[in-house]
C-alpha cells in the first residue's frame, strides 16, 4: 500500500528538520534532498515512523550540512536565460558564448568558441528560445548518440541489446533505465557537464541491464568497467549545483 507524503519534524542538535515520508512497497529506508531544500524520506509502510524519525536523525549531521550548502549556492545560480549576446551555454562542458544578429535568412551555428544565432527580430525572446531549444535537443541527440555508441560493445558482450535513447528534463536524475524495454533515458541538463561525466552516467545506466538494483554486484561491475566511477561521479555532483 503507497500512502501519500506526510510532513514530519524531528530535532538534531537542537535544529528542527522538516522531512516528507511516503510509505511504499521499498525495501530499504532511502533519503533525497531535493534541489528546492526539501528533505524526502520513503520507506516500507511496516517500518513504524519512530524508526524512520530515528534515522532522519542519524542523518541530521548530512541533511543540515546538505542544506547550507544548497542556499549557499543558490545565490550563485545564474538568472533564468535572455537569449541574449554575452550568455555563455554549456556543451559537453564546454562554455559557447552567444551571439545574437539580426539577418533576413535565420539559423544557427557554432565554432567552438560560440554559438552564432541569427534572427529576423532581435527582440523576440521567446523565438530565439525555441530556436536554442531544437538546437540544444539536437546537441544532446548527437553527444549523447555518440557516447552510448562507444559504450555500447562492451554490453553487447553479454547479450545487452542496442538500447534506445530518450531524453527529457528530470529534476532528481541524470539517468534512468528500462532494462526489459531496452531504454536509457538520460537528463538533458546532463549535455552541460564534461564528456568523462556523462561517460559516466551512460556506464551506470547501461550496468542495469546486468545488474537491476544497486547491489554490492552492481558496483562491483561498474567498477570493474570504469575505475574512476566515484571521481567523474563527485565532479558531476559538484558541478551540477551550479547549472540545476
Excluded at 542519524?58 to 543558490?74: M, N, V, W
Aim: charged share 25%.
Amino acid at each position: 500500500m503507497i500512502s501519500s507524503p506526510a510532513t514530519r519534524a524531528v530535532v538534531f542538535n537542537e535544529q528542527k528538520i522538516i522531512y516528507q515520508l511516503e510509505q511504499k512497497q521499498v525495501k530499504n529506508l532511502n533519503l533525497r534532498i531535493r534541489k528546492d531544500g526539501t528533505v524526502y524520506v520513503s520507506a516500507n509502510d511496516l517500518v513504524p515512523v519512530s524508526k524512520v524519525d530515528e534515522f532522519v536523525v542519524s542523518k541530521g549531521a548530512y541533511i543540515l550540512s546538505a542544506l547550507q550548502r544548497f542556499q549557499e549556492l543558490a545565490q550563485y545560480r545564474p538568472q533564468a536565460k535572455q537569449y541574449i549576446s554575452g550568455e555563455t551555454f554549456y556543451v559537453v562542458g564546454r562554455g559557447l558564448r552567444l551571439k545574437v544578429s539580426e539577418a533576413s535568412k535565420e539559423g544557427i551555428c557554432t565554432d567552438g568558441a560560440y554559438i552564432f544565432l541569427n534572427v529576423k527580430d532581435a527582440s523576440d525572446t521567446a523565438h530565439k528560445e525555441r530556436i536554442m531549444t531544437k538546437y540544444l535537443d539536437q546537441q544532446c541527440k548527437e553527444q549523447f548518440g555518440e557516447i552510448m555508441a562507444e559504450i555500447y560493445p562492451t554490453f553487447q558482450k553479454y547479450g545487452v541489446g542496442q538500447p534506445v535513447l530518450r531524453i527529457r528534463n528530470m529534476d532528481t536524475r541524470w539517468g534512468s533505465c528500462l532494462a526489459k524495454k531496452g531504454i536509457v533515458t538520460l537528463n538533458k541538463r546532463l549535455l552541460e557537464a564534461p564528456r568523462n561525466c556523462i561517460e559516466y552516467v551512460v556506464m551506470h545506466e547501461f550496468c542495469h541491464f546486468i545488474h537491476s538494483n544497486h547491489s554490492s554486484k552492481f558496483y562491483s561491475f561498474l567498477t570493474m568497467l570504469m575505475p574512476d566511477w566515484k571521481q567523474r561521479k563527485e565532479t558531476l555532483d559538484k558541478s551540477a549545483a551550479y547549472w540545476l
